[in-house]
């Protein structure tokens, strides 16, 4: 296995950690989740949809022949981090750390999956 393919598998596993970490507390502590997302200005009935499609969303991650789902399913969670973090800073919770982390382990994924692939663009120098 070459360089490329280990930081993926390293980058990707994180993210999932962290995703699937998330989605449990979504199912397993709802109550705490629910007044996470009222102080945090979001609707609750979202939370159930939201784990679905975060769970989704790892589905195509890890499943090499959903190219475009997988595009779509990076910039997903791209959005979906980039608001958590700043929802977070703006209520001064300090919780962003996790969001942090989940944009690296992102990003890792996402270069490193386009590398292994050899899709990589070259630009002109």
Do not use: C
Not at 50 to 69: D, E, Q, R
Not at 84 to 96: L, P
């Amino acid at each position: 296995m070459n360089k490329n393919k280990i930081i993926y598998y390293i980058g990707t596993v994180v993210l999932s950690i962290v995703v699937l970490f998330s989605v449990s507390m979504y199912f397993f502590k709802h109550d705490m989740i629910k007044g996470a997302f009222t102080s945090l200005g979001y609707p609750t009935y979202l939370i159930y949809p939201y784990a679905i499609l975060k769970l989704l969303g790892l589905v195509a991650v890890w499943t090499p022949s959903f190219k475009i789902l997988k595009e779509w399913a990076y910039a997903g969670f791209f959005y979906a981090f980039v608001l958590a973090f700043f929802a977070h800073v703006m209520v001064e919770d300090g919780a962003q750390g996790t969001a942090v982390l989940a944009i690296i382990a992102l990003v890792v994924s996402y270069i490193f999956n386009r590398l292994k692939n050899k899709q990589v663009i070259k630009t002109d120098n």
